[in-house]
């Protein structure tokens, strides 16, 4: 079948097996290889992108399903040159240890701050119509998808609000 | 040039502090980093060649037989689909770390449920894995096959080097003042390491090329060849990243063989990614354990007996058998005592080496005990471990390397608050929740393994550290670079460390916590020999040679590197030889670990609130990384304690949760606050004075939350994880106790 995806700014056209997930198509057939799989089946987080800016588990998600879709990956957020700010703070409080689960934090990371900056209340917020704060507790919750078998966990949060931090200083 | 060194005793020279960079220590961050952070890590699984095909495992469906009949022609007729695989060479599961002895050939022999018989290879991902599903298989079932290691049935074999006994153990008990006779259960467990086992496989002109997820290339080699039946040489295998191991990936895994016989047979790279299940169920786990422990104490808490049987399980045939009594030899003092090992032999997947065999395990059980027996006793449970130090190694006499347990326990004590700790359970609430606070010891043997590494000095005063060493997430980049960097004086951005490639000096590999120790050391020799030459066109003796920012210094004499070097590169190899340094002192790494719990009064959930640990490493190389390492040891403690079981189905010893959803590795919002912190220690006995941190977390802090738990609501549970119907019902219990 054939299928058009935006990835990273970036226009793809596929001929793909129905069966593809996106992440395969990511990966594969993009040759976009940030993105990692560790499960297949939306139980680790570990090929978390955003979809027209909401993050998903595109393992469990089929190619087909996305036609049109723009589709935003850990390339596309930093290079090693030009780090996003989450990218950099990762790497200053050691966020990660194997590297594997990371381009998944990161971009859940990514769509998750936005989420908190909408007001959308989780299961640990005080209130339902918020504001939410990006509080470790917050975060832990927000990021419990994302599974990190080195168990960064501790630097993962504090990444997160290092770069939380400093995005409300600039604003 | 090789700068070889024997390990053969102390060394009370500590080069390393006299160097002049100051990198080395600090917690500089890991220089692949920028690549892992933004996607351009490439792992085994992103690796794609020309003309490449996919190979899907089928796995048994039967616990243990024969498989008589593949029925491959169906499967043949689906598009894409280029072969099935199933030649007598392929394996039934993976392989141990540190042997070049491959795991069991003859896949079609089944001896547990789950097992890999045979490979489809198909032109596509989705074909290869949609044919894998629909290939039908005939056996010709063995019945009757014992899966559960303590089924009456069970083989139960008592390996003669593992079962010691001191004293009159038995006597001694009968006259303690104060005993613990107690049951303990550890669940089976599995590594799950968040990549997936994988190899990619290309045959070029009659050698092997194999990127594989592997983190001991030197000695994987080896396997591959005997499995394979060609030389070692006629191979190479690359892991430049691996993402996480955990003992997993120590030994090839049948994935590996599979994927380098198809790509002979396709004469085309075969890429071979394990699917989670089959990176769960296809390689190896760490084995359940039942274990029995004894203690015997005069009034004054002081040991008179220790005693610890453990029953453990593997595949018939196997050698290794969980370490489970590894440390109780030497942690404690007792002039009784008697260690008991059987393995029972079960058809379930292969128990192997996972993140601190022996002591994950053992340690965590004995320090439950040991809680009980403080309590038992109306002592302060810090206090009582205080008590029972021994001063050499019991048993053998040897002293210890160094010995910093006293200090981890009372550092830890001091700052975590230990003296705000309720002696009796049941004493803070906080609303629906009990509050309690429990600690425990931390020990893990520490060892060097044989390792090599190429050191080369480039003219534009640049430094290249090589070496088939593997970073499974350990910071082997970042240690190796900074060993280079400290030894030869130049800043970490002129020092390149390549990694994971068998065309390099062969290394440690990532395993056992010896890896940043022994390669390191390897590393530093080479750079001893580096500097030996520098020295001489310097015309001084090296320990008198600093080297600094690119610069020889000595006598008020500053001279730039490239005019020493006499307009050649130099290059040198070290060479790291374990010696009889291991057998003349007992060495270990220390360290404590506290818990503060909340155990709900009405669920049995069970909060960690905070954790703290206390290590003492020797001298510690990195301390971002050091402390990410103790980070992880500490979290794998939680999830022992409270939420990882694999779960084997009592009929046919299948793993029922061989996912990520039902086997429940910690997550985020599961770790709570911890604090990190390392004891300033040189141990004379390391090269290098530095010993391995990777495992030690794991050595008891599972048990610091379990007697948190019993100081917050008096339910002891004594069968790991800690999951809340245990809880509960001890909880509905202790109601009734109290009337
Ligand atoms: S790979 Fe998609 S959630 Fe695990
Ligand atoms: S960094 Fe290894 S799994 Fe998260």
Not at chain 2, 263 to 292: D, F, G, I, K
Not at chain 2, 549 to 567: E, F, Q
Request: glycine share 10%.
């Amino acid at each position: 079948m054939h299928v058009t995806l935006t990835i990273n700014d970036t226009k793809h056209s596929l001929d793909l097996d129905p069966r593809t997930t996106l992440l395969d198509a990511i990966r594969s057939h993009a040759g976009l290889t940030g993105t990692k799989k560790g499960c297949d089946h939306g139980q680790c987080g570990a090929c978390t992108v955003m979809v027209n800016g909401r993050r998903i588990n595109s393992c469990l998600s089929l190619a087909v399903m996305h036609d049109g879709d723009a589709v935003t990956t850990i390339e596309g957020l930093g290079t090693p040159e030009a780090l996003s700010p989450l990218q950099a703070a990762f790497l200053e409080t050691d966020g990660f240890q194997c590297g594997y689960c990371t381009p998944g934090q990161i971009c859940s990371a990514t769509a998750m701050l936005e989420e908190i900056r909408a007001g959308w209340p989780s299961h640990v917020s005080e209130t339902l119509d918020g504001p939410a704060l990006p509080t470790e507790a917050e975060i832990a919750e927000r990021m419990s998808g994302n599974l990190c078998r080195c168990s960064a966990y501790p630097n993962i949060v504090a990444a997160i609000r290092l770069a939380a931090a400093e995005r409300e200083d600039a604003a | 040039m090789t700068r070889e060194m024997t390990h053969d005793g102390p060394d009370a020279d500590h080069r390393l502090d006299g160097m002049a960079q100051g990198v080395l220590g600090r917690g500089e961050p890991r220089p692949e980093g920028a690549l892992k952070v933004t996607g351009r890590a490439v792992y085994t699984g992103d690796q794609q060649a020309p003309g490449m095909v996919h190979g899907a495992l089928v796995r048994a469906t039967i616990t243990r037989g024969r498989v008589t009949t593949l029925n491959s022609a169906t499967v043949l007729e689906m598009p894409g689909v280029l072969a099935v695989i199933d030649d007598p060479r392929l394996v039934r599961f993976s392989g141990q770390g540190a042997t070049t002895k491959p795991p069991k050939a003859d896949a079609a022999g089944v001896v547990y449920h789950g097992q890999p018989i045979a490979l489809v290879v198909a032109e596509t991902l989705e074909q290869a894995r949609h044919a894998a599903l629909r290939l039908t298989v005939d056996y010709a079932e063995e019945p009757g096959a014992v899966t559960g290691p303590e089924d009456p049935a069970a083989e139960v074999e008592l390996p003669q080097k593992k079962q010691s006994e001191t004293g009159a153990p038995d006597a001694a008990l009968e006259a303690a003042d104060t005993v613990i006779d107690r049951i303990y259960r550890t669940a089976s467990m599995s590594s799950a390491p968040m990549e997936p086992h994988a190899s990619l496989a290309e045959w070029q002109g009659g050698k092997l090329v194999l990127h594989s997820t592997l983190q001991m290339l030197a000695s994987a080699q080896g396997q591959v060849a005997a499995a394979l039946g060609i030389e070692p040489e006629d191979i190479r295998i690359l892991a430049p990243h691996v993402g996480g191991g955990f003992g997993s990936k120590l030994g090839i895994s049948p994935e590996t063989v599979a994927a380098a016989i198809a790509a002979q047979q396709m004469r085309r790279p075969v890429s071979v990614v394990c699917t989670r299940p089959q990176s769960m169920e296809t390689t190896s786990r760490r084995s359940e354990t039942l274990q029995r422990i004894q203690m015997g104490a005069d009034d004054e808490g002081r040991l008179t007996m220790i005693g610890h049987e453990a029953l453990v399980s593997n595949l018939p045939g196997q050698k290794f058998s969980e370490p489970v009594q590894q440390a109780t030899h030497f942690t404690y003092e007792a002039a009784h005592r008697r260690v008991v090992h059987r393995v029972a032999r079960v058809h379930r997947l292969v128990a192997a080496s996972v993140r601190a065999p022996g002591e994950a395990v053992g340690a965590t059980a004995f320090e439950c005990a040991m809680d009980e027996l403080a309590d038992k006793l109306g002592l302060c449970p810090v206090a009582l471990r205080l008590r029972n130090i021994p001063k050499v190694e019991p048993g053998t006499g040897r002293p210890f390397s160094s010995h910093k347990l006293a200090e981890a326990l009372t550092e830890g004590a001091r700052r975590f608050g230990w003296e705000h700790r309720h002696a009796s359970p049941r004493a803070r609430r906080e609303g629906e929740w009990w509050i309690g606070m429990g600690m425990s010891s931390l020990v893990r043997v520490n060892t060097v393994m044989e390792a090599k590494a190429r050191v080369s000095l480039s003219l534009d005063g640049t430094a290249l550290v090589e070496t088939d060493m593997t970073d499974i997430g350990t910071g082997s980049y970042a240690i190796l670079s900074q060993i280079a960097a400290e030894m030869l004086g130049l800043p970490m951005g002129s020092v390149e460390t390549v990694l994971g490639d068998t065309d390099l000096p062969a290394s440690s590999g990532s395993g056992g916590s010896f890896g940043a120790a022994s390669t390191g050391s390897a590393v530093y020799l080479a750079c001893l020999e580096l500097r030996s030459r520098l020295a001489e066109a310097m015309g001084c003796p090296e320990p008198e040679l600093t080297l600094k920012d690119g610069h020889a210094i000595h006598d008020n004499r500053k001279v730039p590197l490239s005019t020493l070097m006499g307009g050649a590169a130099m290059q040198a190899e070290g060479h790291l030889i374990p010696g009889e340094a291991e057998d003349k002192a007992r060495q270990a790494t220390w360290g404590a670990a506290f818990a503060e719990v909340g155990v709900n009064a009405i669920t049995g959930e069970i909060r960690v609130r905070r954790m703290l640990g206390t290590f003492a490493i020797g001298r510690v190389l990195n301390a971002q990384t050091a402390r990410s390492q103790a980070l992880g040891g500490m979290i794998w403690g939680i999830g022992m304690a409270l939420t990882e079981e694999l779960v084997h189905d009592a009929r046919d010893g299948h793993i029922v949760n061989r996912d990520l959803a039902e086997y429940h590795v910690p997550v985020n919002a599961d770790v709570p606050a911890l604090e990190v912190h390392f004891l300033e220690e040189r141990d004379d006995w390391a090269p290098m004075q530095a010993k391995g941190i990777g495992e030690l977390g794991i050595c008891g802090a599972g048990a610091a939350i379990v007697n948190a738990v019993h100081n917050a609501c008096g339910v002891r549970v004594r069968s790991l994880p800690m999951t809340v119907d245990k809880v509960l019902a001890g909880l509905v219990e202790a109601e009734a106790d109290q009337g």
